[in-house]
């Protein structure tokens, strides 16, 4: 990436992204299992609640871009599932990899927003219903990940994420770009960026797409190279 003048600037570059997704959920029971007593308020009854445990499903809600992301993600690999690994109240990671079903989605209408399920098996009963639990999406090594500073990604009037880049003519140009999810203090960038281009992360302010400057590389430690 890099800047006008005497600011800081860095390269896009592609390393291998360790591509993740976290999301704080609770686990649900599968409906096979032993029969527990439960008595609800104001009910004359007891009823006999079928408590499974051997298969447990932990729903995780996430936006409906994400979804289409890990659907490119499960064509890409030839599966119609992703792996997941759920981290347990205590901190420690639970044994057993789950899997995400992506024919299993609802979707709220109101917000957007997708809740998938994952399916663990539990044959240690560790996970119990209503349990909360931490769950990563393992979706793979992207090996042509782009990653820009946030400061070099900003939104235009429309809500669109933009981005200025300088030419091979030292002129400015204004992208807009597509972002994924953010890593530290970058941004992954889905398209709108490729390696090598010169992206402008400071005085943004001071320069207009069409205007001639001087291109200044910076370190990753944030001085002038």
């Known amino acids: 990436m890099w800047n006008r ?14 591509h993740r997704h976290r999301a704080d959920c609770r686990a649900h029971r599968h409906l096979v299992g032993y029969a527990g007593a439960l008595v609800s308020a104001d009910q004359d009854t007891a009823l006999a609640t079928i408590r499974g445990l051997d298969t ?20 890409a690999s030839n599966s119609d599932t992703l792996s997941v690994t759920l981290t347990l109240e205590d ?39 209503g349990m909360f639990v931490r769950a990563r999406i393992d979706e793979g ?18 809500g669109d994420a933009t981005a200025l880049v300088v030419d091979a003519a030292n002129k400015v140009e ?28 400071e005085g943004t302010g ?11 590389a910076v370190n990753n430690n944030g001085g002038n190279a």
Request: charged letters at 25%; a positive charge.
């Open 141 to 158: 090594i992207m090996n042509d990940a782009i990653l820009a500073p946030q400061q070099g990604i900003t939104r235009d009037a429309k």
């Open 174 to 201: 204004q992208r807009t770009v597509e972002t994924g999810d953010t890593y530290g203090d970058k941004w992954l960038v889905l398209s709108g960026l490729k390696a090598g281009d010169k992206l402008i992360v």
């Open 206 to 216: 001071k320069v207009a797409p069409g205007q001639t400057v001087k291109a200044v």
């Open 91 to 129: 901190g420690s990671t639970y044994p057993e990899k789950g899997r995400l079903a992506l024919t299993e989605v609802a979707v709220d209408e109101s917000t957007g927003s997708v809740t998938l399920r994952a399916i663990f098996p539990n044959p240690q009963h560790v996970l119990l219903p």
């Open 56 to 75: 447990m499903y932990v729903d995780l809600t996430r936006s409906s871009v994400d979804l289409l992301r890990l659907r490119k993600q499960s064509l």
């Open 5 to 18: 003048k005497s600011g800081a600037g860095e390269r896009a570059h592609q390393p291998e992204l360790d």
